[in-house]
């Protein structure tokens, strides 16, 4: 038997829930300067129940080319991302108008 899901009672293949999230979501882009005197780009906003965090984490790290973490509600980048973040956000599938880049 396939799965259902327990929010929307689709299956698992059709299950919209997170396409919703996606665009209910206020996000924040802004740089922050750590040790050093490096540059972390900080992702802030998205909610880790309704979206794969580590996922989203893991797709964001390869598309730059850089380390970084999640934690405590906030995804890091190491490096000044923040031009950039925005166009990558929109082509995962978030709406441009809930992202605010600083």
Known sequence: MTDICPKC???KE?????A????SQKIKVYLEKKKFNKFYTIVEGIDGKEI???DLT????SEFACGGTSKKGK???QG???N?????LVNIGFSPDAIEVK
């Open 9 to 11: 009672g689709l299956v």
């Open 14 to 18: 059709l299950c919209v829930c997170e």
């Open 20 to 23: 919703i999230a996606k665009e």
């Open 52 to 54: 794969d965090f580590k």
């Open 58 to 61: 893991k797709k964001l790290k």
């Open 75 to 77: 995804i890091e980048l």
């Open 80 to 82: 000044d991302h923040k």
């Open 84 to 88: 950039r973040v925005k166009g990558c």
